[in-house]
């Protein structure tokens, strides 16, 4: 079984520090776990991570200043390094305190720890920098569905370790490494209730330029322009946001936090009924697992007043290319395709036994 060391920094994460910890010991066993505290206040947070060193997770209270949060790529990178020195890890993670890893398969988002250790064992000796090729964020409003957020971000095989940046982003002077993507994502709580949000993004800021200048503001696009949205929107335009997407129904994620006995339960709030979600299950093949993950799809709206209407129903990467096989020709990722794509133009989930499957663009008359 390979070993794995998560290297994360956080501060005051009330609602989320508990959590990462008793998930990711779990996967990767708490002495692999590697916490710098920038400074923690409450004490929750503190308490916690005592809790958690007394059982083996390493915590580093020695980087508490702003400077420190402003060079966290360049700590965290530091302590892989040193880590994979000591040759005693087969991969090294680095990993934000919103961040979860877990599986993509053919039919579903895993969270199994036997499936993830199997499969990042047919990784071991990669010598390519590693990738979580997107991310499912969080709905800031219901707790168990998540969209596909674009962010990439790198970890490491033995003997790869190299800087990064602040956001774990990109790999920093390794010139002419090739870099691959893997099926491990995270499930990232990026989206919390708005006033929420915006305070964290006010002390997440990394950018250059001043926050209350809308005119800069709207312009730039350095270093945090992700969160150039929670000082530039109305609350109600950034829960609007959410009603266009493409979403994923995971409820076993918080099932297995709860059984750990770190339950993860975010702030709510309430909204206009036209920002709210109703779902419906219209499709008969979304009550068989066999047919994958529950995805929920968006309709057309009748009134921006009413809640926005979504169906469910069910997707899996092998039933989605073989109901379209122009897809497979063209190599896409099932999954990003129907997301960004497949969902607007149409296409079919799953073969119907009736039909003639689809053909690529160039046999189609």
């Known amino acids: 079984m390979p070993k794995i060391a998560c290297v994360m920094m956080q501060k005051d994460e009330v ?14 066993g708490f002495e692999n776990l590697f916490v710098l505290d920038n400074g923690s206040t409450s004490p929750n947070v503190r308490d916690t991570l005592m809790d958690y060193a007394k059982l083996g997770v390493k915590v580093d209270w020695g980087h508490g200043s702003r400077q420190d949060y402003l060079a966290k790529g360049d700590l965290i990178g530091g302590w892989m390094r040193i880590l994979d020195a000591r040759r005693e890890y087969d991969f090294l993670i680095p990993l934000d305190c919103d961040e979860f890893v877990v599986l993509r398969t053919e039919q579903e988002f895993s969270c199994s720890r ?17 990738c ?10 219901n707790p168990d569905i998540y969209h596909r957020y674009a962010f990439f971000k790198v970890f490491f095989a033995a003997g790869t370790a190299s800087p990064i940046d602040h956001g774990h982003h990109l790999a920093k002077d390794r010139a002419g490494m ?6 491990l994502i995270h499930l990232h709580f990026h989206h919390k209730v708005f006033d929420l949000k915006s305070t964290q993004a006010r002390q997440s800021w990394v950018g250059t330029i001043d926050v209350d200048n809308p005119v800069e503001l ?41 059984d750990l006995g770190a339950p993860l339960n975010l702030p709510t709030e309430a909204v206009a009924p036209g920002l709210e979600m109703r779902v419906t299950e219209l499709d008969a093949v979304a009550t068989s697992e066999a047919n994958g993950v529950v995805v929920i799809v968006p309709m057309a709206r009748a009134a921006d007043t009413a809640p926005a209407e979504f169906r469910a129903t069910r997707f899996h990467e092998g039933h989605y290319l073989g109901a379209n096989p122009d897809l497979v020709a063209a190599g896409v990722d099932p999954t990003v395709h129907f997301c960004i794509h497949g969902v607007k133009e149409g296409r079919p989930l799953r073969r119907d036994a009736n039909a003639p499957p689809r053909q690529p663009p160039e046999q189609q008359a």
């Open 15 to 28: 609602f989320l520090l508990r959590p990462w910890l008793a998930y990711h010991g779990h996967l990767f």
């Open 218 to 258: 709207a312009a730039y696009s350095g270093p945090s322009a992700h969160l150039n949205r929670f000082f530039l929107e109305e609350k109600d335009q950034y829960y609007r946001s959410f009603l266009d997407m493409v979403h994923f129904y995971l409820p076993q994620f918080r099932a297995l936090l709860s």
């Open 132 to 141: 979580f090729p997107y991310q499912l964020a969080n709905h800031p409003l």
């Open 114 to 130: 036997e499936q993830i250790h199997r499969y990042l064992d047919g990784l071991v000796g990669e010598q390519r920098i590693l």
């Open 178 to 183: 090739e870099a691959t993507d893997t099926r």
